[in-house]
C-alpha cells in the first residue's frame, strides 16, 4: 500500500508540471561525498512539492533530521538502512522499495548507507512554502552517526 502510495504522490506531482530546477540544493547532505540535485519543484497552494535525487556512498549517512512536511521515497540502488531518535532500525529498505518519512521534530531520524554500493534515491518532498528540505537534529545519543 505505502508503495502504490508513494508513486501516485509521484505521478500526480509529475502531472502537475513540475518545472525543471538546475543548480544546487536548499540544503547540504550531512556526510562527505553525499550528493542532493533538485530534479524539479513547483508550488500548489501552501505546499511545495520537491522531487529530488539523493546519492550515499558506501558508510556515508543523512545525518540526525526531521522535515517540516511528508516525505516520499524510492530507493533505486542500494540498500538504505533507516533509525528512529530512540536509535532503533525502523526500516531496511532494498532497490525498489518505497518509503514515506512523517512530519515533525518528533519524527527525528538517520538514513545510513552499511552497503558496499551508492544508494540512490529518488524522494518526493511536500512541505509547507518555503520550507527547508530537512532541519538538523542533533545526534539523541545514538553510538552512530
Not at 533530521?65 to 516525505?71: A, I, R, S, W
Not at 538514513?111 to 528540505?133: C, E
Request: glycine fraction near 12%.
Amino acid at each position: 500500500m505505502r508503495r502504490n502510495m508513494a508513486r501516485a504522490a509521484l505521478a500526480t506531482v509529475s502531472l502537475a508540471g513540475l518545472s525543471l530546477c538546475t543548480g544546487p540544493a536548499f540544503a547540504t547532505p550531512a556526510g562527505p561525498g553525499v550528493t542532493g540535485t533538485i530534479i524539479s519543484q513547483t508550488t500548489i497552494g501552501s505546499m511545495d512539492y520537491i522531487l529530488r535525487e539523493i546519492t550515499l556512498p558506501p558508510g556515508q549517512s543523512t545525518g540526525w533530521h526531521y522535515h517540516d512536511g511528508t516525505l516520499y521515497g524510492f530507493v533505486r540502488q542500494g540498500t538504505l538502512s533507516h533509525f528512529d531518535s530512540a536509535c532503533e532500525s525502523d526500516g531496511v529498505y532494498r532497490a525498489g522499495s518505497t518509503l514515506t518519512e512523517p512530519s515533525g521534530s518528533d519524527h527525528v531520524h538517520i538514513g545510513r548507507n552499511l552497503g558496499k554500493v551508492p544508494v540512490v534515491l529518488d524522494v518526493l518532498y511536500v512541505l509547507p512554502h518555503g520550507a527547508p528540505l530537512s532541519e538538523d537534529a542533533p545526534n539523541p545519543g545514538c553510538d552512530f552517526q
